[in-house]
């Protein structure tokens, strides 16, 4: 059974920094690309980065492009996302989810499968 575990997130200043990180297990998290989603309150979800199988390739949404980076150690089963210069249009439940049935970049297939979520809050 696909497993998705997120931490890391909680309530930070603007301009300041978090570490996310997504523990997977039940499958060979090797194979996968990966991806975050973050939906914020009222809004729907909104892809935010990519990464393929091997983390020779990212991608990333315009507004996080040079302040998030996407990366992972396939030895550890982990999917990290470092976000930095955080600003209150952050804020958002943050998803790590499987990029296994739609190519990358972009949101997964329904199919794909969703960790619990991550709460991240900017503001001062």
């Known amino acids: 059974e696909v497993h998705l575990v997120e931490s890391g997130g909680g309530l930070v200043k603007p301009g300041g920094s978090l570490r996310l990180s997504c523990a997977a297990s039940g499958f060979i998290f090797g194979d996968d690309d990966m991806t975050w989603v973050r939906q914020a309150p009222g809004k729907g979800p909104e892809w935010v980065s990519s990464i393929n199988n091997d983390g020779a390739s990212t991608y990333y949404t315009d507004s996080v492009k040079g302040r998030f980076t996407i990366s992972r150690d396939n030895a550890k089963n982990t999917l990290y996302l470092q976000m930095n210069d955080l600003k209150p249009e952050d804020t958002a439940v943050y998803y790590c989810?499987?990029?296994?049935?739609?190519?990358?970049?972009?949101?997964?297939?329904?199919?794909?499968?969703w960790g619990q979520g991550t709460q991240v809050i900017v503001s001062s």
């Open positions: 989810v499987t990029s296994r049935y739609r190519h990358i970049p972009g949101m997964p297939s329904e199919g794909d499968y």
